[in-house]
DNA sequence: TTGCGTCATTGATCCGGATCAAGTGTCAGT
DNA sequence: ACTGACACTTGATCCGGATCAATGACGCAA
């Protein structure tokens, strides 16, 4: 016999499963934000959930642009490959950022989870038909694309131009200023990614990112915690990133 | 007396100053393709033409972000600056390119004429306030914004992961696909910009540059010829820049 | 014509970050 | 406790592109 509180979370996971939108811990962050709630339905019936482990592919570079996705747990890394296996991560996407926005015919990169996570699957097509219904949705997606656009020129800046101690720098802040955006503390950040990957993202080696971490921990610039966690001297980071303050 | 030629070109620059989009040699390019004919003076209504001397800036980063522009003649370079000076160029505009795309408060970036250039200026308040007339702009806004950032994403993997001989040799195929894009011959590139914008637009020095180019016309990739122009080796060039094929 | 300013090329040298090569935890499975 | 497997750190050396420094090639104004 179920106790009640079984019976509460098993109720709550058959609504997750019928009503994924209503019942969406993303959903205030994301391009849904621009359907209300009688007309929730609609979204959901273009939705579907999928969970990724570590290293599950979500989409593949030049495959047909099929879906929206919505990362709503977990993180993964959207990355390019040049043909001999040289790798650049375009970026991070965490909880509530919106992945595969694109309005070509086939995807221009490929998006693995880097930690077990969950995303909201959203057919291309459908949702696209229902831009003349909710033309909000139309803005938000704007408005979403504009985002990332200008997170790419500023990433263009690091790349091109920053030394590997900006580089890093830019980096950790841009965790915290995502972690504060999302309402969670600005200042222990996590690294849920690699070295690698961090380097992938950087423009640098696996080397070069370690030995700039240690460096930057000698200037008490940074503490290395347990389970990842990193503590920032957040204002002397500022003025080593190469922001304008 | 004038003779009937000279007034036909009177005429005709009067046109343009009054009804600046119907005559807009652009227009087919540009997000204006998304008004019908009738509602042409609607978009003309808030449009100025602004003529620009080489170096003169159109926009400045952080300053409040009030016109959206239309390149309708020239070439203009979209750069960001670090506080000591050290400069990103985001990208080169020509004809027909959208500059200014952005839902933020303020310019992210500057803007500056390389060549004696023109540009329709669309105020943007006013602008927005077309969207719903005219569901087509928004979608054509992201539609160009997409485009951007995909192309930027490009240039991130450019910056991050290529050598200098891959990322001249991409850079000549961009001006080469670009042309052709526009209607024009693909081969011979004229080069619009100096070999200073060229680096900073590549994350290289002038000088990596200079020697990247005699290095290519050494290997019989690339002839210089008067005018700034530059005869490709397409195939050749394009094993070279890392492309996929 | 000369002189000057600007831009591109070329050479010599330097250096930040890449590459190559060991270590050093740390944790899961046995 | 032992053993891989894996991720990270650290050290030694190398190299592609940066920096410093002339030199050439125009166009333009006097």
Redesign the pocket.
């Known amino acids: 016999m179920l106790q009640p509180e079984q019976k509460q979370a098993a109720r709550a996971i058959v609504e997750r499963l019928t009503e994924p939108c209503a019942h969406c811990d993303a959903r205030h962050l994301s391009v849904c934000q621009a359907v209300e709630d009688p007309y929730l339905e609609q979204l959901a019936a273009l939705v579907t959930t999928i969970e990724l482990a570590p290293h599950d592919t979500m989409v593949t570079e030049g495959d047909p642009a099929g879906h929206y996705f919505n990362i709503t747990y977990g993180t993964v890394k959207i990355y390019k490959l040049l043909p001999d296996g040289r790798q650049q991560i375009i970026g991070f996407s965490f909880a509530g950022d919106f992945v595969g926005l694109s309005v070509r015919e086939n995807y221009a990169y490929s998006v693995e989870a880097l930690t077990p996570a969950r995303a909201c699957r959203f057919d291309r097509k459908r949702l696209e038909g229902l831009l003349t219904k909710f033309p909000k949705i139309e803005h938000q997606l704007r408005s979403q694309t504009s985002d990332e656009l200008a997170i790419a020129q500023d990433q263009m800046l690091l790349l091109g131009r920053k030394?590997?101690?900006e580089r890093v720098a830019s980096f950790l802040l841009q965790l915290s200023h995502r972690a504060k955006r999302l309402g969670q503390p600005a200042n222990p950040v996590v690294l849920t990614m690699?070295?690698?990957d961090i380097g992938d993202y950087l423009?640098?080696?696996?080397?070069?990112?370690?030995?700039t971490?240690?460096k930057l921990r000698a200037e008490k610039l940074i503490a290395?915690g347990a389970n990842n966690t990193v503590h920032l001297e957040l204002n002397a980071l500022s003025e080593l990133s190469g922001a304008w303050n």
């Open positions: 030394t590997a101690k690699g070295r690698a423009g640098l080696t696996i080397e070069t990112v370690s030995r971490f240690t290395l």
